[in-house]
């Protein structure tokens, strides 16, 4: 299913994959300095894959920008926190892994699950 999206969305942004992706598409309100193209993939693989969801478990089918389910302003928050949780490891000074080797994503909770049971 994902792969369907994927492609109608490279397909759409074709000849733009290399722009901020805040300037490719609409609504976008975090990553926006990302390329069109890298957006995707962070979309497909980190998102998707980490919570084991297709595109619509978060997005309106007929219009991805819309803010109508409550995953997608969920998904906005936990991207808040992640940043959040990021910064503060790099801040660390008594850890043993190297600064650039501390940080979470979504699988580090979601181990593929949309609501992680543990």
């Known amino acids: 299913m994902n792969a369907k999206y994927v492609k109608q969305w490279s397909e759409r942004i074709a000849g733009k994959e290399n722009e901020p992706a805040e300037k490719v598409f609409k609504n976008l309100q975090y990553l926006?300095?990302?390329?069109?193209?890298?957006?995707?993939?962070i979309m497909?693989?980190?998102y998707s894959r980490g919570l084991g969801v297709t595109c619509t478990y978060c997005h309106v089918e007929t219009d991805f920008a819309s803010d109508?389910?409550?995953p997608k302003r969920a998904a906005r928050e936990m991207?808040?926190?992640h940043r959040m949780i990021?910064?503060?490891l790099a801040k660390m000074e008594n850890l043993?892994?190297?600064?650039?080797?501390?940080?979470?994503?979504?699988?580090t909770c979601h181990h593929g699950e949309a609501i992680p049971q543990r």
Do not use: H, P, Y
């Not at 926006?32 to 993939?41: G, Q």
């Not at 892994?97 to 699988?107: F, G, H, T």
């Open 86 to 88: 990021n910064q503060q």
């Open 68 to 70: 109508d389910k409550r």
């Open 32 to 41: 926006k300095n990302t390329r069109a193209a890298l957006l995707l993939t």
């Open 44 to 46: 497909d693989v980190g």
């Open 96 to 107: 043993k892994s190297d600064e650039q080797n501390r940080a979470i994503n979504c699988s």
């Open 79 to 81: 991207a808040a926190m």
